[in-house]
């Protein structure tokens, strides 16, 4: 790919990672109602801890499940409006995920990876997050924010032991065991703030790491989604014309449906509806701490 191809491909990723959950949020049309004299942008920086599991068609046989710990940080901007709240961030995160299981010594090894009564794996995994919330006053100075969003994430996935009950097993995490893995997160929660400054974050994440990053097939796939989201932002808001209050629930539950729908469908082809690999699923909970300033 030459120089000015090169720069095409990288100004449209960069207006897909903008795009792709901004139609989702809804913050094309809705924020533009809201003055931006009420805006306040603030640092903001967190610490997470979780739990997970790991899976991936082929993939068979028991697996140990994750311990998951990280921080972030990030720009936070909070949008006050008399009916609805609204908050954007844009961040970095980092997430560390161990686990319990081991090789059982003289089990013999599978490219230098033992074998032990489960499939276990280690995760590093380093994301740019691009997230959107809104939600409702409550007494005093909480606030509690519904939020969409996504990731762009790298990851690295170190093997502890296979089980060796299938040889599969081997195989399906393999394709993962060297270097760093491109893929994205789904990233929905529920915040709790309280004041400007302090809150907490009950979220679920679902990453999809892909074997390979076949670049084609993964923008014409994200471009798809991006559609089907552009549909649901039209119709949260002409279903919310009448009731801007109602704004926040019908966002929530209809973005996040369609961003869990594509998660089904890639999840035996990574670049849905073209016909590639299953990619590496990791679902975790997670709990963070967040502080604004």
Known sequence: MNYKNSTVAFVVMLFLFNSSNLFAQGLAGFLNTI????RIGQVQAGLMYGGGDFSRTGLTGPVSSLSMIGGSIGIKNTF?????????YVGINVLLGSTSGS???????????GF???TAL??????LENRQAYGYALSGSLDVMLSTGGQWTWSSINPKSYATSDTN???????????????????PGIEI?????FGVR???NWTQVYARHMYWYWLTSEAIENVAQTGAFYLVNAVTKKGESTYPIINFVLTNAVSYLFNELRNDQMNWPWDTVAPMNIKSWNISVNYAF
Do not use: C
């Open 35 to 38: 003055e931006q004299k009420n």
């Open 80 to 88: 006050i409006d008399p009916k609805v709240l609204s908050n954007h």
């Open 103 to 113: 090789a059982t010594e003289g089990s013999g090894t599978f490219n230098d990876v």
């Open 116 to 118: 032990g009564e489960t």
């Open 122 to 127: 280690g995760a590093t995994m380093i994301s």
């Open 169 to 187: 097993n081997w195989k399906s995490v393999d394709d993962f065991a060297s270097g760093l893995n491109f893929g994205s997160t789904w990233s």
């Open 193 to 197: 703030n309280s004041g400007s400054n």
């Open 202 to 204: 009950v979220g679920y």
